[in-house]
């Protein structure tokens, strides 16, 4: 992180996808300050007088400010450019260029499954809530749990998984260290004392007028390879993350309830409507996600008696890979690779067929 990267996102005029543009063009938030009037308006298509401000390096001193309050207030910016930041995030095309992280920053690398519902949450809702993250505790104990830090579902997600031993993750619509709603500012703390964390992408000079609820939503479905609401009427913030879900090809799953429930007629629509994959149970879970268990017998991977060798291109091509667990789309892929996409796509059957990465929703791939 540089404060370059916050200067970037404290110029007005830029926004997530404004950022996302340039630095898809200059490479890095240094790069873009480095860059000259014409690249900027000729080459970036700027307007003139934001063009300007990057140049004057404007927002320079409210950056240096913003890092001095967030070593004050124990909090971590990552930018989209640094190794911590959440790997899926980068797919987005709004993603957020800085988050501010107070709790492990480590964790936000971890496999996360995002679980949202409605604030009115009903009996059967925390019911169903907890008998998932106990599942999942069991069934896939390395989950990282993520959700809003709201009233009803989103508070019941979190409390599941410090019950049952998981890593929990807040992402709010506010600026810390404080959290919204007030109320659970204690269950904040739980979270980040138990190697979770709390996420925001807004800075300590952002207007907070409650209009960050959307875009905070988005965070929630593209943090996460997966998106399961527990529990939602027809309209609400959850149905809104599970159509960005959707929308950033993410696994989109919903817990059923009784026809008659207003509480959940959302998710039946969702499930009606074929937007979303009916789950019951943890099982249900890792199936639709497609992930490995501790079990054995159980749902896993056939392991091979002996490795299989790999030509020079399939092993440059696993390079490409950061590491075991990372969902890599095929456009990053063949960017990485430099490779055409027909021979991308032979490489990666064969490296498949050899159990060494797992095909995922959303034509991308995991390497084993």
Known sequence: MEVDDIALMLTPGIGAKG?????????????????????????????DELARRLL?????????????????????????????????????PDYPHVLYVRGSVAVLRRTMLTMVGTRRMTCYGQQMAERLVGGLADRAPGTVVVSGLAFGVDAACH????????????????????????QHAALARDMIERGGAVVTELHSQARQNGSFYLARNRILAGMSGGTVVVESPLGGGSMATARMADGYDRTVMAVPGRATDAMSAGVNALIRDRKAQLVLSAEDIVREMMWGVTR????????????????????????????????????????????????????????EMAGAIRQLPGNRYMRL
Request: aromatic residues 6%.
């Open 56 to 92: 004057k390096r404007e927002a320079f001193p409210a950056a240096e400010r913003e890092l001095v309050y967030c070593r004050r207030n124990g909090l971590v910016p990552i930018a989209s450019t640094d190794g911590e930041y959440p790997a899926l995030l980068r797919e987005m």
């Open 296 to 351: 054995p017998g159980e749902l896993a991977v056939p392991v091979p008696e002996t490795l299989p060798e790999f030509t020079d291109a399939e092993r440059r091509l696993l390079g490409c890979f950061a590491g075991a667990g990372e969902a890599v789309s095929v456009e990053l892929l063949a960017d990485r690779s430099g490779l055409a996409v027909s021979e991308l796509s032979a490489l990666l059957l064969g490296l």
């Open 19 to 47: 950022a996302a543009h340039l630095l898809g063009r200059f490479g890095t938030a240094r790069g873009i300050f480095a860059a000259s009037r014409d690249e900027l308006v000729e080459g970036a298509q700027l307007r």
């Open 159 to 182: 409390r599941a998984a410090q019950a049952f031993g998981l890593p929990t993750v807040g992402v709010i619509a506010s600026v810390l260290p404080s959290v919204t709603p007030a």
